[in-house]
């Protein structure tokens, strides 16, 4: 994402995200200043400016309907959001400043040779989190079975055997996937 679509997206969460709920009368989280609920929003604006109109009027629904607060008039804080949205419409692979630190880190590039990178991708889109090396160990146990099809597959093109539609499905997927984490390993080696 440039700068322009960046400001862009910024624009169109406040719109339809921050400004809509403060219509509906939602005020900020009794436990924040002004200026921190603020920063908040700006920080919300950030992070949103990737999702679309129609995924952020479902989020602005679905805060809507789980305010916070005693009276249930306050906005929810930031991380409540962040977790709908997130449901909503996953943010883009690439576009995670976590995902191209783990990328560009030792533990990226191991995934990457060792071929359970898929797996790391789909734990730091779920999680938003730097794995923990117990986090690690389940991820890699995890990837220990299409990582074994795809080697067997190989193997098997390798001596002439021609894979089935799902087999080339299944080889299609991983690849890109693959693939997709390469990416990820090069914007962050290239420093974006």
Not at 23 to 44: F, I, N, V
Not at 135 to 154: F, N, S
Not at 161 to 185: Q, S
Request: proline share 6%; with cysteine.
């Amino acid at each position: 994402m440039d700068s322009t679509e960046q400001a862009t997206g910024e624009k169109r969460v406040r719109r339809l995200l921050i400004e809509a709920l403060e219509l509906r009368g939602l005020a900020r989280p009794s436990t924040l200043t002004r200026a921190q609920y603020e920063a908040m929003c700006a920080d919300l604006c950030q992070r949103l400016a990737y999702m679309t109109e129609a995924s952020l009027m479902a989020l602005e629904e679905q805060v809507a309907s789980n305010p916070a607060g005693k009276d249930r008039d306050r906005m929810p804080i930031s991380n409540r959001i962040l977790e709908w949205a997130g449901q909503i419409q996953p943010p883009e692979d690439g576009a995670s400043p976590l995902m191209r630190a783990v990328f560009g880190h030792d533990l990226g590039a191991t995934a990457i040779a060792e071929g359970w990178a898929p797996e790391l991708m789909t734990y730091l889109r779920d999680k938003r989190m730097w794995p923990t090396p117990y986090a690690v160990t389940m991820i890699r146990e995890k990837a220990d079975g299409p990582r074994r099809q795809m080697l067997i597959l190989e193997e098997r093109i390798g001596y002439g055997y021609e894979p089935g539609a799902d087999d080339r499905a299944f080889l299609a997927r991983r690849r890109a996937a693959v693939e997709k984490c390469r990416r990820v390993a090069e914007l962050a080696a290239a420093g974006a």
